[in-house]
């Protein structure tokens, strides 16, 4: 039996992982059309007290890790706050007094909702939770029957995070609801118990589907690109705060598998982590009954009369694409409910082709340019810099081409070598050396000689002008467009 299969996979993981301090699991195996409960493993040997083997793992509370973060998700799909697609930053934030940070301590800067869950990021599942209305996270529990005993404020934005207990079977139920379009439906112990023809909607189809979608990612062994199609496992892993909890729980075929590594006293192990210590031996679990009760595997497809579209997104800004968007990529979205817009972060722009700089229109006097950059909000644009990923910003204005150029923030360049209103005697050899103080922000500077570009160089470096004789302005532009002029005579 399935039961009697798990108990001995279990049985063979432990021995295998004692040395890194495994000696115990929990188990439960459900059918999700019936909610047949077909194996129950509450600890790894029952007749073990030093592990406390009477104590049932599949209903006593513990910390869920980030295995609740799916619903946050679904909630946000829900409401309209993301589709699988949407740009989410991964960026250090307070929330009041609560600073949550990543497992890695790391922070990736702006990321896809789907690569946010997949890679279980903490602060977008935090910031998405802080914005979920009607319900909550904590409303949706309490209303799937989830007994959180305190407040909401209380658990507060932790509670993504793992911050309530939960039991193994709440975790199992609500999986199961995202298998069942959205419904809710009691666990079935024995056939005495009723069989629930319909449940109670705790989710739409739509977001139930796009959730589970989201959770079909590569098993922990095998390399990111792979990704199985065709028999496909939505799985979602956990690990406690301070190391007490490993969890992994999957959707695939008409089952749920919830799988707990631990300790019944609590104590912690850095070895319990979910995607190391319990994702494993949920895969061997999920092989082995795929091999023993060959089912057929089925491809994930929308619920029948599901409001859901296929389109084209800009990779880039997660929009729907411009005719600038040269990236683009496929992903569903729910008409009416996701936030649609129109990419405005790629953007043609007119260059001087001489020296690259951007010009406001076109005025007939210089040979110009069309060029794609990207726009992004100041905010969203210094995430990426504190990432370390480099975007392609428009270069600044020409000089005096546009006002914005003198609303910069930071100083100007000011030019030092030649002096303002020197009288300059023309060398030999034509050049004129020249040479601005800039910002330590600055990583370029474009010289012009009236409205002539005459070239770039780096702060600190002396650039040699080749002149001619003749009054001119000249100005130094930084790459921040901030600009500073001088006049000066050749003879
Ligand atoms: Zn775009």
């Known amino acids: 039996s399935k039961q009697q299969l798990i108990e001995r996979r279990i049985a063979d993981y ?11 699991a929990a188990a439960l195996l459900i059918d999700t059309r019936s909610m047949d409960v077909l194996a129950q493993i509450g600890s790894a040997d029952f007749f073990n007290a030093e592990i406390q083997g009477q104590v049932d793992g599949t209903r006593a509370p513990r910390s869920p890790g980030s295995t609740l973060k799916p619903f946050v ?38 990321i896809r909702a789907c690569d946010a869950l997949a890679r279980s990021r903490n602060l977008p599942a935090v910031e998405l939770a802080a914005q979920l209305r009607h319900p909550t996270l904590y409303e949706f529990l309490r209303g799937a029957g989830v007994k959180l005993p305190r407040s909401e404020s209380l658990y507060g934005l932790a509670l993504p995070l793992g911050g309530a207990e939960v039991t193994m079977e709440d975790l199992v139920r609500l999986y199961a609801a995202l298998a069942n379009n959205g419904e809710l439906r009691p666990l079935r112990r024995t056939s005495r118990d009723p069989i629930a023809s319909r449940g109670r909607r705790i989710i739409m189809p739509e977001a139930a589907f796009l959730t589970l979608d989201m959770l079909n990612q590569p098993r922990p062994e095998i390399g990111a690109a792979y990704s199985d199609q065709a028999a496909p496992v939505f799985w979602k892993t956990g690990t406690s705060h301070g190391f007490h909890d490993a969890w992994s729980i999957a959707v695939f075929n008409h089952y749920v598998l919830a799988i707990w590594i631990g300790n019944f006293d609590g104590r912690a192990n850095g070895a319990f982590v979910g995607r190391t210590a319990a994702a494993p031996v949920l895969f061997q679990i999920i092989d082995s009954l795929r091999t023993t009760w060959p089912e057929p595997n089925e491809p994930h497809l929308p619920p029948p009369g599901a ?23 496929e992903g569903w979205f729910i008409p009416g409910i996701s936030p649609i817009t129109q990419c405005d972060v790629h953007q043609e722009v007119l260059v001087d082709a001489a020296s690259g700089l951007r010009v406001a229109r076109d005025d007939g006097t210089r040979q110009l340019r069309h060029e794609i950059y990207e726009f992004w909000p100041t905010e969203m644009l210094s995430i990426f810099q504190r990432a370390g990923v480099a975007r392609k910003v428009p270069p600044p204005f020409l000089p005096g081409t546009d006002p914005e150029v003198a609303a910069r923030m930071g100083n100007p360049p000011r030019i030092t070598t030649p002096a303002a209103g020197q ?9 004129i050396p020249l040479l601005a103080k800039t910002d330590g922000d600055v990583g370029e500077i474009y010289w012009f000689a009236g409205r002539t570009f005459i070239g770039k160089a780096r702060p600190h470096e002396v650039f040699s002008w080749n002149a001619s004789a003749g009054d001119y302005v000249l100005t130094a532009l930084d790459d921040h467009g901030r600009a500073g002029s001088c006049s000066v005579i050749v003879r």
């Open 14 to 24: 432990i021995r295998t992982n004692r040395g890194r301090g495994i000696q115990n």
């Open 73 to 110: 998700y679904a909630l946000a799909l829900e409401q309209g706050l993301i589709h699988p697609l949407s740009i989410l930053a991964d960026a250090p934030r307070t929330f009041g007094e609560y600073n949550p940070e990543n497992f890695d301590r790391e922070f990736l800067g702006p």
């Open 307 to 329: 409001n859901l579209k296929r389109v084209s997104f800009c990779a880039v800004s997660g929009d729907l694409p411009g005719e600038h968007c040269t990236q683009q990529l």
């Open 423 to 431: 009288k300059i005697m023309l060398p030999l050899d034509k050049t």
